[in-house]
């Protein structure tokens, strides 16, 4: 074997184990629904961050994760969604007259595609080591309001979206 073959072999091992290295920590996500509008749009490419919520490191308001959920893509697996974090463990979630309250008070989100909550839930505690989510184009989401999400548990969390890859107009920090 010459030494320029030998050379390509050794480069092309490292680009591997590089690769495999860099995606134990991430992964390219892409964006397949509208239900994170204005925020993510159809097709954005988002780098998760497989390793965010390791350990004792635990989702915080506002994070927007991706979870295995219950519902099935069109191949009868798992489909994950992608939604914003609104309640933590043991938070009152309350949705009236258009509006979220945690815990009594009113929860400003300036993010919302059209400043509404759709949805009437009153007084419901998030169960420990798990999360309330829903989309920021509440209008179209299908999130913790309804029974075919309902509750995230923390073990579904698949990671949390840090960066927008693509398109390249768009803030790329999330």
């Given at each position: 074997m010459t030494s320029f073959v030998k050379s390509v072999l050794i480069d092309v091992f490292i680009a591997i184990l590089a690769?495999?290295?860099?995606?134990?920590?991430?992964?390219?996500?892409?964006?397949?629904?509208?239900?994170m509008q204005d925020t993510l749009?159809?097709?954005?490419?988002?780098?998760?961050?497989?390793?965010?919520?390791?350990?004792?490191?635990?989702?915080?308001?506002?994070?927007?994760?991706?979870?295995?959920s219950e519902m099935t893509d069109e191949s009868g697996k798992d489909k994950l969604l992608i939604k914003r974090?609104?309640?933590?463990?043991?938070d009152t979630v309350t949705i009236e007259n258009g509006m979220v309250?945690?815990?009594?008070e009113e929860y400003p989100e300036s993010y919302l595609k059209d400043g509404y909550t759709s949805g009437d839930?009153?007084?419901?505690?998030?169960?420990?080591?798990?999360?309330f989510v829903m989309g920021d184009n509440r209008a179209v989401s299908i999130d913790s309001r309804y029974?075919?999400?309902g509750f995230v548990e923390k073990e579904d969390i698949?990671?949390?979206?840090?960066?927008?890859?693509?398109?390249?107009t768009e803030k790329h920090l999330l």
């Open positions: 690769a495999g290295a860099i995606l134990f920590f991430v992964r390219p996500t892409i964006v397949k629904q509208t239900s749009n159809p097709n954005d490419y988002v780098i998760m961050y497989r390793r965010a919520y390791s350990g004792d490191k635990e989702p915080e308001r506002g994070d927007i994760i991706i979870f295995e974090v609104i309640g933590l463990p043991g309250y945690l815990n009594g839930i009153q007084d419901v505690v998030v169960p420990e080591n798990s999360y029974s075919e999400v698949k990671g949390k979206a840090v960066l927008r890859l693509y398109p390249f």
